[in-house]
């Protein structure tokens, strides 16, 4: 016979401990995406730098999550290809690395709004 109770504390130790993985996770991310963020405003210069996506929500970051980075004002057209090849060095999460200045309006301006600018150039 099946105890209810103890099936259900079984899911949700399951449960708990999936979300502690899922932190860690983040919090690793989040520090790569800093290490990330420091070598592109060091070796890039651009204008901005915004992050996005779900390492801003620590509660919404999965396995399979990425690092999100939007870039503004690049100065050669070829920095992105450099950049990506610097980032991923840092990495072993999936990078998503966008430049704004080459997305649809509508897609640049829900960054804007919703990311959060981690780098300005004075």
């Not at 401990?17 to 520090?31: P, R």
């Not at 990495?91 to 998503?96: N, Q, S």
């Amino acid at each position: 016979m099946i105890n209810l109770d103890t099936a259900r504390q079984h899911l949700q130790d399951k449960i708990d401990l999936q979300a502690t993985e899922w932190m860690a996770l983040h919090q690793k991310a989040a520090v790569d995406a800093k290490a990330i963020i420091a070598m592109i405003a060091e070796r890039y210069q651009p204008n901005r730098i915004y992050q996005w996506g779900s390492l801003l929500k620590p509660d919404l970051f999965r396995d399979y999550s990425d690092i999100d980075i939007a870039v503004e004002g690049l100065r050669h057209p070829a920095d992105l290809l450099h950049l990506l090849r610097d980032a991923e060095a840092l990495t072993g999460f999936p990078l998503d690395i966008v430049e704004l200045d080459h997305l649809e309006v509508v897609h640049a301006d829900t960054i804007r709004q919703k990311g959060k600018c981690v780098y300005e150039r004075q």
